[in-house]
């Protein structure tokens, strides 16, 4: 009987082990399949640069969060931080007016675009506002190189 209730228990060890480990290889592969999964925080700053000595009016917002109007002086900043969500849909849209009636948006984050597993991915999105559209910084360039058009198609 001894005998018996030793095995058991061993068996409970063993089985206990094994579930722990697993536990931890899945956490690792999240992980590794989705590092936005983390505390990961990203960044997103919009600069003035419309060049004339305009004032740009902007209002950003999720689906989750409305951040307001903001009116920005020329050459000045604004920054937001947010936590991309898991199943890579994080969105943020602006909406960008300055003189003479300019009005237009932009997808200033969009996970498709700016994620963590797409080919120009950015945690730190620093995008300078110009009448010709958004570009975006780009760390391998060190420049604000990474460009489009109001519509959201790439520059060349």
């Known amino acids: 009987m001894a005998n018996i209730q030793r095995t058991q228990v061993l068996v409970v060890i ?12 899945a956490e690792t ?3 590794d ?5 983390s505390t990961l925080k ?8 419309l060049g004339d000595g305009s004032t740009l009016n902007l209002h950003c917002k999720s689906p989750d969060d409305n951040l307001g ?20 849909t994080t969105v943020f849209y602006c909406h960008f ?10 997808y200033i ?4 675009r700016d994620g963590v597993h797409r080919g120009i991915p950015c945690i730190y999105c620093f995008w300078d506002i ?3 559209g958004p570009c975006r910084f780009n760390q391998a360039t060190d420049a604000f190189d990474i460009c489009y058009y109001w519509n959201g198609d790439p520059k060349q």
């Open 14 to 25: 063993i089985i206990s082990l094994l579930s722990r480990l697993a536990l931890l290889q």
């Open 69 to 88: 109007l903001k009116i920005l002086a020329p050459n000045k900043s604004w920054s937001f931080t947010f936590r991309p969500n898991i199943w890579g």
């Open 109 to 112: 984050y969009d996970d498709i």
């Open 29 to 31: 592969i999240a992980l």
């Open 130 to 132: 110009s009448k010709d």
């Open 97 to 106: 007016t300055w003189s003479e009636g300019h009005s237009t948006h932009f």
């Open 42 to 49: 990203s960044i997103v700053r919009i600069t003035n640069r």
């Open 33 to 37: 399949v989705h590092p936005n999964i």
